[in-house]
């Protein structure tokens, strides 16, 4: 294939982007979304601030416009994200206990019920554990409504939309030897053998010089994926420059490909000036949306070289 998306069509896997519905006037970069990705992952429309910001007030104007523009250049959707400690709306954020766990699954219901039969992928919990070693649970309001919250979340979703593949999204879960990737692991194994219904794990994959492609990136992916669900990386960038970001784009693309059920990748942006964190030029164009080296080397890699 001569484009990121065809090329990774090629192996039966997609190529996606974040979008920000902000950018869609922008010709520039609507002209490399409609030609390079084939799955599409709003970056900040789909959370729960901007879908629901008074309580039982659902405002999908945003989300709808790039679902709208998937729907135009033939690209499927990556719902993001239903349930997170981050990016609730003020009335959440005040709230505890059986009130939160009955807003939070009333919120999961409305818009995976909103969006139903439009989403491949649902992220439907983020981030909910800790970092460092302890592999405990991150504290959050939604956390504190008991344990059994992401199960909770997920049976909602799948009630909402029984055909979108549901998904535990998290970052630095890359590397095998973590507590917290082995936390996220022994959760996915339980849900598994309980019957909760899971279908897919979202690595971020958002790497820097202080969190760098681990060597066992791939035996993580697999490890993953021999508990019976798709992996997907989902938010990829890598900060860095030149050879040495293409090496380790090509590092990560090739983990995936080496990986049967890694189904597709995600970049969390097109252009190195439309990223939540532009000074680390972490994405494979670069502010005039010229190809990277970066680039290249995806490119080539999902071409099978
Ligand atoms: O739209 C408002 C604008 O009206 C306002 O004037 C401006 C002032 O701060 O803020 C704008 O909203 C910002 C929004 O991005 C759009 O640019 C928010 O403040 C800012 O917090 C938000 O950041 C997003 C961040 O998530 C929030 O947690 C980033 O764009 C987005 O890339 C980032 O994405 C996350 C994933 O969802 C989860 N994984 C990590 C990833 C990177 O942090």
Redesign the pocket.
């Known amino acids: 294939g001569s484009t990121l998306g065809s090329a990774a069509s090629g192996t039966g896997r997609y190529f996606g982007t974040?979008v920000?519905a902000s950018r869609l006037s922008d010709s520039v970069y609507t002209g490399i979304l409609s030609r390079e990705f084939s799955m599409i992952t709003p970056?900040?429309e789909m959370?729960i601030d901007a879908t629901e910001p008074a309580q039982g007030q659902f405002s999908y104007g945003n989300a709808d416009r790039i679902v709208s523009q998937a729907t135009s250049q033939g690209a499927r959707m990556r719902g993001?994200?239903l349930a997170w400690y981050?990016?609730q709306p003020g009335w959440m954020q005040s709230m505890e206990g059986a009130a939160l766990r009955s807003a939070m699954l009333n919120h999961i219901t409305q818009v995976a019920g909103h969006y139903s039969g439009k989403i491949y992928a649902w992220d439907v919990v983020?981030?909910a554990f800790a970092d460092g070693g302890s592999g405990a649970r991150r504290d959050s309001n939604l956390q504190r409504t008991g344990d059994d919250w992401i199960e909770a979340a997920f049976r909602a979703a799948r009630a909402a939309d029984p055909n979108a593949k549901l998904c535990y999204n998290d970052?630095n879960t890359d590397d095998w030897n973590q507590a917290k990737t082995q936390a996220v692991y022994r959760m996915v194994q339980d849900f598994k053998s309980r019957g909760v219904p899971i279908d897919c794990v979202g690595f971020?994959s958002?790497f820097n010089p202080n969190s760098p492609v681990p060597s066992n990136y791939r035996t993580t992916l697999q490890n993953f994926a021999d508990l019976g669900v798709d992996v997907q990386i989902t938010?990829l960038d890598i900060e860095g420059s030149g050879t040495a970001q293409a090496d380790n784009y090509r590092t990560v693309t090739n983990a995936c490909l080496a990986v049967t059920r890694c189904t597709g990748m995600t970049v969390?942006g097109i252009r190195d000036t439309d990223s939540?964190r532009a000074s680390a030029t972490p994405l494979l164009f670069d502010g005039n949306g010229q190809k990277k080296a970066a680039y290249t080397a995806v490119l080539d890699a999902l071409n099978g070289g």
């Open positions: 974040a920000s970056e900040n959370k993001h994200t981050s990016q983020n981030e970052y971020q958002h938010e969390w939540w």
